[in-house]
């Protein structure tokens, strides 16, 4: 739209110009020439009166007398004067003009002829002016009609892209983004209507959401106490054939818990996410206010290598468990200063958020399954790092070991474009909140 307003303003500007430009250019050429020339007949006028007194009077025709009517100062432009008396004698002032020129010529009534000529040259340059005034006056109005299609173009824009943001978070599971208005009355209506939409979203959302969490918590809770007491009943028998329906039975179990985590899974991802524009350093910094102490306790160093304008798109509290995760096992399994960096990926916007240490790295025989669950070095449940690459993928990126000595684990995430910077377009989304209690409730992570 924005491109659109300037070419149509830029457009008008253009055609107005011309038509004006031209014709006033032309016009005022002509009227400066003919005032020239006006000047000039007056001044032959009025010199062939003097003339014509002179020789009534019997006084002498003298150059001092032409002097007067040669001009080339007061605004006058300069004329070749000559007189030819009518006993041949011819008395000339002012530099004779060479080349084409326009002659102006009187006859007094005693037999006197005036002539005063004016160079071609010199008319042709003052018109010359007053087309270069006319070219100024339509290149200022040229620059004022853009600079104003810009303003204006911008004016209209910057709202229908925070219109459109708005709606990017609507989308991506922000239900209320905050909407301001913009002072163009139709954006208005549909920045309005927008927010009554995300309310009404909002309130199913927040159905549905609490449905999945009343399922969760009532399949999860039996589920279980039967694997429970299937696990008790197999340690206590002393029967193969009741262990074995039993050992059975617990697969059975633990199927259908899986069935349950995958179908919750769906109703998440048919819902749509939950990321917003962050700042990256933001969650960086929380993570590294969490982990000062542990690391300092263990004499080691977390460093923080993240600029300060980087933003992206994700959920704040799953990308903040994601680098929990990460650190976590930087903590436990490696060695020396653990670094959290980011940096640009490919063209597209991209940005990657790299968690390194100068440990040991990741085993040969691990590393192409270090993902998977319950696959473990031995000192974590192997549930961590698989957590942690579903909710990286839930926001649409994706976790990967770059590299596997020393290890390198890689997240990359949607950039936001610098046309939609979260401190100027964008809606704000909820802010991270600082849980310092997490990290104590959840067990090891590989």
Known sequence: MRRRVLQATIAAVTVAVVLLGIPLAFFGARLVRDAELRDLADRTAALGRQVETRMVTDRPVTEDLLEVYVGGKDGYLAASVSVALPDGTRVRAGDPVEGRGYPQIVRTDSGAVVLLTMSWWDVFWQTARVVALVIAAATVAFVAGISMASWQARRLAAPLIYLAASAEQLGSGQVRPRLEPSGVEEIDLVAAELARSADRLAGRLAAERQFAADASHQLRTPLTALSMRLE??????????????????????????????????????????????????????????????????????????????????????????????????????????????SRPSGGSGAIVVEVTDEGPGVPDDLAPRIFEREVTSGAGTGLGLALARDLVAADGGRLELAQRRPPVFAIFLAGVPRTLDPDVVLPRGALVSNRRTWRRRRGPVR
């Open 232 to 341: 008790e009943i197999t340690a206590a028998t002393e029967k193969e054939e009741v262990a074995e329906e039993a050992r059975i039975s617990l697969e059975q179990v633990e199927r259908l818990v899986t069935v349950v985590d995958d179908l919750l899974t769906r109703s998440r991802r048919s819902q749509g996410g939950t990321t917003e524009a962050v700042h990256l350093l933001d969650i960086v910094h929380q993570q590294e206010e969490e982990w000062f102490s542990s690391f300092a306790a263990a004499g080691r160093r977390l460093v923080v290598e993240v600029p300060g304008r980087v933003a992206v798109l994700a959920t704040p509290g799953a990308l903040a468990q994601v680098l929990a995760t990460l650190i976590e096992n930087s903590l436990r399994h490696g060695g020396g200063t653990t670094t959290v960096r």
